[in-house]
């Protein structure tokens, strides 16, 4: 098979250059929203030593309170899809930025279990339409066989808030206290504040789709236009055909399944990440164990870029991306007992595993949807985000149940190498076929 680039999308340079321009004008600003949307849900894990001693926040309580936020952030998405595939993503992404940020600045006024479950829930609903949102959004942007290198691109924003999100949190958490707050509550502001502030310089950045960019030229929106036009067109012949019909479609819940089971082992990681390796280290959280625990999203930095790449270049996304989940999974199998060396290097190929595949993932479901079913049909499977809800809560039960600090986390790590099973069974083109060549992300 000849390597497919994007200067040998098919028509004329106009195509060529409206992917690049586009590309550059879009991709970076989505993966900057992204580092801030995954910094605000996740730095709850850096204060979790610091809700237990100024807030008396029990190990339960923060296990329930950090999943609430996908409870709410689950079954919010799918209405906020819709919202979006209506009034545009210029209007909508504003929303829902400026909201969790305002959230995200809330937590710093919790006092105990319930105003702490009351935020998380409220970062949860406001946060809900950004991620289906960004997928959608791509599909009016960008054709399909660059779209999976563009959403590996996207996904960036992962290991990136992670690298430079976790020394910031550390420090931050380090402050001494003054203004009447302590470190713990300037993190939740300081970093909620960077939300509201791009999520209102966001009205005036994004544009709904190509033909209303002032920033493209004719001939390269009509280019671009004609193309994903024609590939919508053909999703329709294969995608279900109302929101019931594909709520109910084996295909979708297939990918829903997969989709859950890998946040479980992504959450499962994040959340307890600074406090496995506070252990790894013998050393309370704080900026060296922020450092530290960036060690790991350094490789899924590179793991969101070249996985796509290779996945598209061996025509074997779906078995690639199996064996990707196994080898997390194995991982996973490893750093409870490791060493710090061992241990960190079992953390970093875990995490660049479950966050690494998601990219191909995506590919699989925006190949299959068209329409208000892929506006509802992304919705729907981001439910799986429920996963950052089952997998802190596993986790407490598992250990109980077992009476061992590890279990829970062998416990994950077993549904990590169910996950990769499942994935073989995905059929990834139209009406059950391979996705051809002309589809093919790069």
């Known amino acids: 098979m000849r390597e497919t680039k994007i200067n040998s999308l098919p028509r004329d340079g106009a195509l060529d250059r409206a992917v690049a321009r586009i590309r550059l004008r879009l991709v970076p600003f989505l993966m900057l929203m992204y580092v801030i949307s995954f910094l605000d849900r996740s730095n709850i894990g850096f204060a979790k030593q610091a809700l237990q001693t100024s807030v008396g926040i029990s190990p339960a309580s923060y296990a329930l309170a950090a999943g609430l936020f996908f409870v709410s952030y689950a079954f919010c998405g799918f209405p906020s899809n819709l919202i979006l595939h209506k009034v545009g993503a210029k209007i909508w992404m504003t929303c829902i930025m400026t909201a969790w940020g305002a959230a995200s600045m ?158 479980i082992s992504v959450y499962g990681v994040v959340f307890y990440l600074p406090t496995e390796v506070s252990a790894l280290l013998h050393k309370p959280a704080g900026v060296e164990v922020g450092f530290v625990s960036a060690i790991p999203w350094v490789f899924a930095l590179g793991a969101v870029v070249w996985f796509p790449r290779t996945a598209a270049r061996s025509q074997a996304d779906r078995r690639f991306a199996a064996f990707i989940m196994f080898a997390g999974g194995c991982a996973s199998f490893v750093f409870p007992t490791a060493g710090p060396f061992l241990g960190i290097l079992a953390l970093s190929i875990a995490i660049s595993a479950f966050v690494g595949v998601q990219p191909l993932f995506w590919t699989f479901p925006t190949s299959y949807l068209a329409d208000r079913a892929a506006a509802g049909g992304i919705a729907v499977i981001t439910m799986g985000n429920l996963g950052g809800f089952i997998a802190p809560n596993l986790k407490v039960w598992a250990d109980h149940f077992l009476k061992s600090d590890r279990a829970g986390l062998y416990l994950l790590a077993g549904l990590t190498i169910l996950n990769a099973v499942l994935i073989l069974q995905v059929k990834t083109g139209p009406r059950g076929t391979r996705v051809s060549e002309e589809t093919q992300p790069i």
């Open 106 to 263: 809330a937590t710093m006024f919790v006092r105990g279990d319930l105003s702490l479950y009351i935020v998380r829930l409220l970062l949860g609903v406001a946060e809900a339409g950004f991620f289906p949102g960004v997928i959608l959004y791509l599909t009016y942007w960008f054709p399909s066989r660059v779209r999976g290198e563009v959403m590996g691109l996207f996904y960036i924003g992962v290991p990136v808030a992670m690298i430079f999100g976790n020394p910031l949190s550390g420090f931050l958490l380090e402050m001494q206290a003054f203004g009447g707050l302590q470190g713990w509550q300037w993190m939740f502001f300081i970093e909620g504040l960077i939300a509201v502030v791009v999520g209102i310089a966001t009205y005036w950045y994004l544009d709904d789709r190509p033909a209303h960019a002032s920033w493209i030229p004719p001939d390269e929106q009509v280019a671009v236009t004609e193309l994903i036009s024609g590939e919508e067109n053909e999703r329709r012949s294969s995608s279900p055909g109302g929101l019931w019909t594909m709520i109910c479609d084996p295909r979708v819940l297939l990918y829903l399944a997969i989709y859950t089971l890998i946040q």
